[in-house]
């Protein structure tokens, strides 16, 4: 009956928004994006397990913004050109796979994430629009760190998974988007002037904390790790920079069982530990693949895929079915060695130049909003997302996360959130500082 009950909560939630999506394209957007990130059915259960949600919020979106008054174009950014131009990359990729019905099904997903990215790129072209599209990822990721890390500390000794058949349905890969989300929702904690919504951002943040811990994934700890320098390094004012890692090790040192500092002990163990072992084998492979089809790789998760293995790996093949079955690789386990073998080195370096222009636009706002009060939110944005992809960098590159809708909805975040604050800064007529440091921790006692 309780399954019954949500599902019927999901339908009448969507589709009862579906309207305002007509009028309004960018409710639209937010409502896609709940669906994509959150995945709210798969915890519904019931007739909306399986139910295409994003495929008719898409379509009435798309719709809406076509015959709306909205603006008919992409932030003029090279950007935009990026992603389309990968989408078309990894199309071929798929179209050559090795193992072609195997990459179709990934094609199928993440070519809908590169519409959705697009999508966020055309209609969040105002500051208000940028903060709700932050609240949608605040909400469906801090869900799960609420959840998780709620159960957590109430005794619960399973880890903590994410919903099923969802990009975070792995306990390391909702480790990965927890990090990732910190940021974020400290970001709206010290932008926000209601004291209710600090106090509960905060409170997500440290449950957030005891979450990663419960996933019991290794790669959450060093994301962990990797988050605390940033915050240090990156984030103002400096005592919350400083007192946002304390709260991290002390939660860490409070909450985490000897079962979890065990298991993140072995990370010193990794040349006889066989979960490290297996993601060597994974990268070997993935390399393998690269600079044989240098131009195509194996097309999407193709090292997955028994006919790659096979052909790249007869040696490891064992005579009885149990050895067979150990030897081979699954995953390829980090985010640079998936896209290099899925789509070899043109799509590898595609991708990092989407990367490179999210982080070039993210110093251009830092630099021009610098000593402005009115343009202070967005500094404090851009170092936000610098924690968030620093993070994201550091713990992807031992999970196979490379198409996370979050992460690349983000990075296609940083084109807009540039020409908000560039018009913003012409109708301002303000000229920039030119002598603060990028980095806050090397800022000196004058310049503040």
């Known amino acids: 009956m309780g399954a019954r009950v949500r599902s019927i909560a999901v339908f009448l939630g969507v589709f009862s928004a579906l309207p305002v999506a007509l009028v309004f394209p960018f409710a639209g957007v937010l409502l896609w994006a709940w669906i994509a990130f959150m995945n709210p059915h798969r915890e519904a259960f019931g007739l909306a397990y399986d139910f295409p949600f994003n495929f008719y919020i898409a379509v009435t979106t798309l719709a809406a913004w076509v015959f709306s008054q909205e603006p008919k174009k992409l932030p003029p950014s090279v950007l935009p050109g990026l992603f389309i131009a990968f989408a078309v990359m990894f199309s071929i990729t798929t179209y050559f796979a090795l193992d072609y019905a195997h990459s179709y099904e990934r094609w199928d997903k993440h070519i809908r994430t590169i519409v959705l990215v697009l999508a966020v790129m055309a209609l969040t072209n105002t500051k208000l629009r940028i903060q709700s599209f932050l609240w949608i990822i605040a909400i469906s990721i801090g869900y799960f760190a609420a959840k998780g890390g709620g159960y957590t500390l109430t005794g619960g000794t399973g880890r903590i998974l994410g919903p099923a058949n969802s990009f975070i349905a792995d306990n390391n890969d909702l480790a990965l988007a927890i990090i990732m989300t910190i940021p974020i929702l400290n970001y709206l904690r010290i932008t926000s002037a ?18 990663i811990i419960g996933t019991g994934s290794r790669g959450g700890f060093i994301g962990l790790t990797v988050l605390a320098i940033g915050f240090i390094t990156f984030t103002k004012p400096r005592l919350g920079a400083f007192l946002i890692p304390v709260a991290i090790a002390c939660g860490v040192w409070a909450y985490a069982p000897t079962a979890w500092f065990e298991r993140i002990k072995t990370i010193n163990e990794f040349s006889t530990d066989e979960s490290a072992n297996n993601r060597f084998a994974a990268w070997r492979t993935s390399f ?161």
């Open 288 to 448: 393998a693949v690269a600079l044989d089809r240098p131009l195509l790789g194996a097309g999407f998760s193709g090292i997955e895929s028994d006919k790659v293995d096979f052909r790249y790996n007869k040696t490891d093949w064992r005579a009885n079915a149990a050895q067979q079955e150990k030897s081979r690789t699954r995953a390829a386990h980090s985010i640079y060695f998936q896209v290099l073998g899925d789509h070899g080195f043109v799509g590898f370096g595609l991708w990092l130049a989407i990367l490179g222009v999210g982080f070039y636009n993210l110093m251009r706002v830092i630099t021009l909003a610098r000593g402005s009060p009115e343009l202070m939110w967005a500094t404090h944005l851009a170092r936000a997302f610098i924690v968030s992809f620093v993070a994201y960098l550091a713990t992807g590159a031992f999970l196979s996360m490379a198409y996370y809708d979050v992460f690349l909805s983000l990075v296609a975040l940083t084109a807009p959130l540039y020409q908000v604050v560039l018009q913003s800064a012409r109708a301002l007529n303000f000229e920039p500082e030119r002598d603060a440091p990028f980095v806050p921790a090397l800022q000196t006692a004058k310049a503040d």
């Open 194 to 211: 209601n004291p209710i919504v600090k106090l509960a951002c905060l409170a997500v943040i440290l449950l957030s904390v005891v979450a």
